[in-house]
């Protein structure tokens, strides 16, 4: 059975700073994975999507990288804001099927 | 990018009704949607897949005659919370699948308190 794990559970930063969150999953074997937020009482807007076959993805401050053979990922954001304070979920697609596993998330708090 | 609506946003029922959820896929079809719930600061929970026109498939511990869902389009599912109890109070979302299984669009989700 799959299992996700997202380190850290919570993170607090100053504005400015560069950051990485940790994802790491047991079964190597996915078709894809994600990089989710969710905001308080929200829905998740999708943020990066990585093929197995890629080693990372970017879209403006977010970059996305993925080891699939030790099964990790990593998301960076460079120079926080305040508006990135969110929760951040990891979850994997499997080569199996469609469902997608989730992390536990990290929550994020940028201080001013 | 693709929109995945659910109606209503919010809803509180008193225990012992029943309360349906929607799910549509606004700009394409969705040939396989997934029902998730979420409790406060946790993750997501796959509760069911639904693909249009068959019975759907539900996840361990998640009872079927409780929530029942149905995928009768490819545009629209429903989740029925059947006899609402308080501890059926949660965040549910939806996502939806498009034909190429290349990524899942999530809904905005529904609050339902059951008092």
């Known amino acids: 059975k799959q299992e996700v794990t997202q380190i850290p559970a919570a993170l607090s930063v100053p504005e400015g700073e560069n950051l990485v969150l940790n994802c790491s999953f047991t079964?190597?074997?996915?078709?894809?994975l994600q990089w989710f937020r969710q905001d308080p009482g929200k829905g998740l807007t999708s943020l990066l999507l990585?093929?197995?076959?890629?080693r990372e993805q970017t879209s403006g401050r977010l970059n996305a990288s993925l080891d699939k053979s030790s099964g990790r990922s990593t998301l960076y954001i460079a120079a926080s804001q305040p508006g990135d304070s969110a929760t951040y979920l990891c979850a994997v697609k499997e080569t199996s099927g469609s469902r997608l596993t989730f992390g536990e998330g990290t929550q994020l708090t940028v201080n001013p | 990018g693709a929109v995945v609506s659910q109606h209503p946003s919010r809803v509180i029922c008193k225990s012992g009704t029943s309360v349906k959820i929607e799910c549509r896929s606004l700009?394409?079809?969705?040939?396989?949607m997934f029902w998730y719930r979420q409790f406060p600061k946790q993750s997501l929970m796959l509760m069911a897949t639904?693909?249009?026109?068959?019975?759907?498939?539900?996840e361990q511990g998640v009872e079927k005659d409780k929530f029942l869902i149905n995928h009768a389009s490819l545009t629209l599912s429903t989740l029925t919370v059947t006899s609402a109890h308080p501890e059926d109070s949660s965040f549910y979302i939806c996502?939806?699948?498009?034909?190429?299984?290349?990524?899942?669009?999530f809904g905005p989700g529904t609050r339902l308190t059951v008092t």
């Open positions: 639904s693909n249009e026109g068959s019975k759907a498939t539900y």
């Open positions: 990585i093929q197995s076959s890629q």
């Open positions: 079964d190597s074997a996915i078709y894809n």
């Open positions: 700009d394409f079809q969705a040939t396989t």
């Open positions: 996502s939806a699948l498009s034909g190429g299984f290349y990524e899942q669009y």
